[in-house]
């Protein structure tokens, strides 16, 4: 019903809109387009001796990741990506962003790749070196590596490079792995040796060209334990970015509800979209409620992690985290999973309590 109130100039009842009320999708899609971001999470990786590192290939036995070394800076380089939205708080001195942990994680677990990568090749190098000087053996498996980032490689270097590489992780997983390494004693100390060090940048962009600058944000809160919701806060300095708020009115099962997000997928069907950030909206419903969780059948696919999900108020009821998957691996799009309001109050309640 909609609020009525009385006017002293006229005499008269004048019925209006009520706060929070239902929009229209289309409008509701022109005001919230600006206020949805991609996020890119950036690696830069660097040894002990000052060499920069990048990743280049997968080792063909594993599939593992290979990391190739260059003397040159050539900056971050993406290894994540994902959504993130503005949310009003009630700390004002920054402006706080919600996204998913599995997006934020993403450049942690390359990290930890390559820490494992060199401390293997570390020790590799002694176990090669045949007595002989373990640095100059180290360097000779950096240029082999290396090999991964030349364009034709002969009969003889490709024979020489998957040889090593696998060797490499062959290392890894016989005395440096948890498994064999439970205490990782023996990890931390050939880690040690070459020394990895690392700098994740999280940039945010809004709509519109690519050339547009990004806002550079940190961590302000993630996941610790198994039981937290794959939720994580960003902040970063005060801007002008309309932030979104959270629904009041409790969702319920089968009420229509609107995904924001930066699906990967979007770009197959758009060949400008190297050019510019969009978001791209799906429709659907809520199919359950759980405790901690909405079941949404939304098409969500990859880079709709960490966007919201909105109500018809054009407000937050939850934020996406996951898609199921079939027994034989496949994604099943319309079938994914939203934080639920409550379970971020809990999480942040300095953020976000009453």
Known sequence: MAAACFSLSTGFII??????????WERLDKRLKGQVLHLNVA???????????QLTD?????????FGTTSDDRGYRVVGFGTAFPIAAKQHDKTFYLTSDHVVTSGTELTKECQRFYAAMRLAAEKT??????????????NIVNLSMKKDMSAAEKTQYVATIDGIWDVYENFLSLRADPARLLFQ????????????????????PVSDPAIQATIYKTTKGVNDPD??????????????????????????????????ASDQIDIDAGKYYAPTFTSGRISRIAPRMLQVDAPITTGNSGGPVVSQRGKVVGVVARRARAAHGEELANFGG????????SFAPELFGP
């Open 338 to 345: 939203a934080v639920t309001i409550d379970s971020i109050r």
């Open 231 to 264: 939720i994580a806060i960003l902040s970063s300095a005060q801007n002008s970015l309309v932030p979104l708020d959270f629904d009041i009115v409790q969702p319920s099962e089968g009420q229509e509800i609107e995904v924001i997000g930066y699906p990967a």
């Open 58 to 66: 997968a080792s063909p036995k594993y599939r593992y990741p290979v």
């Open 129 to 142: 070196a045949n007595g002989g000087n373990v640095d100059a053996r180290f360097k000779e498996l950096l």
């Open 43 to 53: 690696l830069k990786l660097r040894l002990k001796s000052g060499l920069f590192v």
């Open 189 to 208: 100390r050939y880690l040690s040796q070459v020394g990895v060090d690392y700098d994740i940048g999280y940039f945010l962009h809004k709509v519109g």
């Open 15 to 24: 019925l209006g809109q009520p706060a929070g009320a239902d929009e229209t």
